[in-house]
């Protein structure tokens, strides 16, 4: 299996490659030339997730692991996620489920992609004997997840940039208490966008990057794509591979785009429906074609406040026939603040996606009525899937709305909506005790550099 940047002026890259490095050279993110189909989607239903992960990543790492090393690798992965169904289905409502990813080590969805890319990083380096320094960017759950899977794993350094101040006490609290030598929390003066932008001019300055060894463990790393296509395939074999819709809590665009590439592999999803709060950039460039950059305003689902969506660009890349010189151009436009869509494109993309863009209030008053109607407590993420799940639903057509975190996260919102502060699971007991280790940073990225070479410890 290939892979190519979505900018086309980027080597083409085998699996192994294409995880280390995150970001293309060129800027752009890596790709598969094509997307592999997966067979027996009528045989899964029953199989345990590890079985159906192995089935549905193996035809996308090539030579990279042997099966062997990839079986070990998502045995280890998933033996942290505390459900025996790993993405249990839970019903809300006739025709309505939610996908709980929240049953692994810190809470959020990403545990599912993190756990999995540590384990396989250290297959890949321990071969190679390569030490290298992973830089990522987070609204709070990437950064919790990273340093959760990567703490103690021989030859990486982690740097993990957060939004100060723009994060929950508890998301902040996952990063800043590990104490393993080879975890660092930094606290950046200014938003999301700004970490993510800082992050990209770090793999863009070549010296730098080569020699730290610098590697991604955002979205933007198509491993962690791969691992998320494995939830959207168990849940389509429980309700029996029937058509049907599922609806994302969308910020950057890594978990939705996994949900295409699962429809590409044949799984039977209709409608892919992107959910976002009141930052909408990505309801405003589907609805109307004009993909521009606003101001962040922070919302109760922080880990969706972003204005500039990653992983859009493979979305983008798909639309536009795979004409990168096309995306290159339009990534350009994007530094001077948005880009207007093609026509053609703009339907392509109006074929994969529906988008929908719920506020404050109704995210709160979504939070109520699912508790009334059903017991369950939903993050303020989840809230947002599941009410815009509730304005898309068809009579006929199974729903499935990914709940990307644990309640307990978002204790703030939940006790806004509902009055009461949901207690975390017992495995994280102790995270109001524990000392905190966190360095502030200026939103600059030659003192970025100097902090992180001084800080490496290999
Ligand atoms: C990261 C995250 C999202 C957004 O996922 P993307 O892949 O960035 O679109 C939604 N909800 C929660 C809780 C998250 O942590």
């Given at each position: 299996m290939r892979y190519v940047s979505t900018r086309g002026k980027a080597p083409v890259l085998d699996f192994e490659q294409a995880m280390l490095s995150g970001l293309a050279r060129d800027g752009g993110l890596y790709l598969p030339e094509t997307v592999p189909a997966l067979s027996g989607l009528n045989d899964l239903d029953g199989l345990p997730y590890e079985e159906v992960a192995f089935r549905v990543i193996r035809p996308f790492t090539g030579d990279s692991f042997t099966d062997v090393e990839l079986r070990g690798a998502i045995e280890r992965a998933y033996a942290r996620i505390e459900h025996a169904a790993k993405a249990p289905l839970h019903q809300l409502a006739p025709g309505h489920h939610l996908l709980e990813l929240f049953h692994g080590p810190t809470l959020a969805f990403k545990d599912f992609?993190?756990?999995?890319?540590?384990?396989?990083?250290?297959?890949?380096?321990?071969?190679?004997?390569?030490?290298?320094?992973?830089?990522?960017?987070?609204?709070?759950?990437?950064g919790s997840a990273a340093i959760e899977a990567f703490r103690g794993i021989d030859n990486v350094d982690v740097f993990i940039m957060f939004p100060h101040g723009r994060v929950s006490e508890v998301q902040r609290r996952q990063m800043t208490t590990p104490d393993a030598a080879n975890v660092h929390a930094l606290a950046l003066d200014g938003h999301f966008d700004d970490c993510q932008a800082r992050l990209k001019d770090l793999f863009n300055d070549h010296d730098f990057r080569d020699g730290v060894g610098l590697a991604g463990i955002n979205s933007i790393n198509w491993a962690r794509v791969v691992a998320q296509i494995v939830y959207y395939v168990t849940a389509a074999a429980s309700l029996g591979m029937r058509d049907t819709d599922f609806c994302v809590p969308t910020g950057?665009?890594?978990?939705?785009?996994?949900?295409?590439?699962?429809?590409?592999?044949?799984?039977?999803?209709?409608?892919?429906?992107?959910?976002t709060n009141q930052n909408d950039i990505l309801h405003r460039a589907l609805s109307t074609g004009e993909y521009r950059v606003g101001e962040v305003a922070p919302s109760m689902s922080p880990s969706m406040d972003i204005q500039v969506s990653s992983n859009f660009e493979r979305a983008l890349y798909l639309a536009y026939g795979g004409e990168a010189g096309a995306i290159a151009q339009l990534m350009e436009e994007l530094r001077s603040g948005g880009f207007t869509v093609s026509q053609g494109a703009l339907q392509a993309l109006r074929a994969q996606y529906v988008s929908g863009r719920v506020g404050e209030e109704e995210t709160l008053a979504t939070i109520r009525t699912i508790r009334a109607e059903t017991g369950q407590i939903l993050c303020p993420h989840s809230a947002v899937g599941v009410a815009v799940a509730r304005h898309h639903a068809e009579p006929g057509v199974p729903m499935v709305t990914l709940a990307t975190a644990h309640p307990a996260k978002f204790p703030d919102a939940v006790e806004k909506a509902v009055g009461i502060r949901p207690a975390l699971p017992p495995h994280m007991a102790g995270l109001f005790d524990l000392p905190e280790r966190v360095t502030r940073v200026e939103n600059d990225t030659a003192a970025l550099e100097a902090l992180i070479l001084e800080r490496r410890t290999i």
């Amino acid at each position: 299996m290939r892979y190519v940047s979505t900018r086309g002026k980027a080597p083409v890259l085998d699996f192994e490659q294409a995880m280390l490095s995150g970001l293309a050279r060129d800027g752009g993110l890596y790709l598969p030339e094509t997307v592999p189909a997966l067979s027996g989607l009528n045989d899964l239903d029953g199989l345990p997730y590890e079985e159906v992960a192995f089935r549905v990543i193996r035809p996308f790492t090539g030579d990279s692991f042997t099966d062997v090393e990839l079986r070990g690798a998502i045995e280890r992965a998933y033996a942290r996620i505390e459900h025996a169904a790993k993405a249990p289905l839970h019903q809300l409502a006739p025709g309505h489920h939610l996908l709980e990813l929240f049953h692994g080590p810190t809470l959020a969805f990403k545990d599912f992609a993190m756990q999995l890319i540590a384990q396989l990083f250290e297959i890949a380096l321990k071969r190679s004997g390569q030490r290298i320094t992973i830089v990522g960017a987070t609204s709070g759950d990437t950064g919790s997840a990273a340093i959760e899977a990567f703490r103690g794993i021989d030859n990486v350094d982690v740097f993990i940039m957060f939004p100060h101040g723009r994060v929950s006490e508890v998301q902040r609290r996952q990063m800043t208490t590990p104490d393993a030598a080879n975890v660092h929390a930094l606290a950046l003066d200014g938003h999301f966008d700004d970490c993510q932008a800082r992050l990209k001019d770090l793999f863009n300055d070549h010296d730098f990057r080569d020699g730290v060894g610098l590697a991604g463990i955002n979205s933007i790393n198509w491993a962690r794509v791969v691992a998320q296509i494995v939830y959207y395939v168990t849940a389509a074999a429980s309700l029996g591979m029937r058509d049907t819709d599922f609806c994302v809590p969308t910020g950057n665009f890594g978990d939705i785009f996994a949900g295409s590439m699962a429809r590409a592999m044949g799984a039977p999803i209709r409608r892919l429906i992107v959910a976002t709060n009141q930052n909408d950039i990505l309801h405003r460039a589907l609805s109307t074609g004009e993909y521009r950059v606003g101001e962040v305003a922070p919302s109760m689902s922080p880990s969706m406040d972003i204005q500039v969506s990653s992983n859009f660009e493979r979305a983008l890349y798909l639309a536009y026939g795979g004409e990168a010189g096309a995306i290159a151009q339009l990534m350009e436009e994007l530094r001077s603040g948005g880009f207007t869509v093609s026509q053609g494109a703009l339907q392509a993309l109006r074929a994969q996606y529906v988008s929908g863009r719920v506020g404050e209030e109704e995210t709160l008053a979504t939070i109520r009525t699912i508790r009334a109607e059903t017991g369950q407590i939903l993050c303020p993420h989840s809230a947002v899937g599941v009410a815009v799940a509730r304005h898309h639903a068809e009579p006929g057509v199974p729903m499935v709305t990914l709940a990307t975190a644990h309640p307990a996260k978002f204790p703030d919102a939940v006790e806004k909506a509902v009055g009461i502060r949901p207690a975390l699971p017992p495995h994280m007991a102790g995270l109001f005790d524990l000392p905190e280790r966190v360095t502030r940073v200026e939103n600059d990225t030659a003192a970025l550099e100097a902090l992180i070479l001084e800080r490496r410890t290999i």
